[in-house]
């Protein structure tokens, strides 16, 4: 699966910004489908993930309540709709998929990454 992020810029505290992931080479309906964050000296987490098998959406703590992730596998695309966007939140933005069924996938278990999008938060 090859995945294309867009969607990442810069806004300021309190702003909205609305990532997306298109996957090519297979159909993401059948796989977990995750949004990760890298900053600088610190290691990929996972933001959110969705799957397809039970509709479960997972948040990291941090974001719960303010980002939203959903997907349309008809487009093989995902979304992550972020909302009060605090500085915090800024990074590098990922999406990524593989055979995960529960909980925040770990980063190691997917087995395809996107090149990621920029989100930069003042």
């Known amino acids: 699966v090859q995945l294309v992020e867009s969607g990442g810029g810069s806004v300021q505290a309190g702003g909205s910004l609305r990532l997306s992931c298109v996957a090519s080479g297979d159909t993401i309906g059948r796989y977990c489908m995750g949004w990760f964050r890298q900053i600088p000296d610190k290691e990929r987490e996972g933001v959110a993930a969705?799957?397809?098998?039970?509709?479960?959406?997972v948040y990291a703590d941090s974001v719960k309540n303010r980002f939203a992730i959903s997907r349309d596998n008809a487009k093989d695309t995902v979304y992550l709709q972020m909302d009060s966007l605090k500085p915090e939140d800024a990074g590098i933005y990922y999406c990524?998929?593989?055979?995960?069924?529960?909980?925040?996938?770990?980063?190691?278990?997917?087995?395809?990454w996107g090149q990621g999008t920029q989100v930069t938060v003042s």
């Open positions: 990524a998929t593989g055979r995960w069924y529960a909980g925040m996938p770990p980063p190691g278990n997917l087995d395809s």
């Open positions: 969705t799957y397809s098998h039970n509709d479960m959406k």
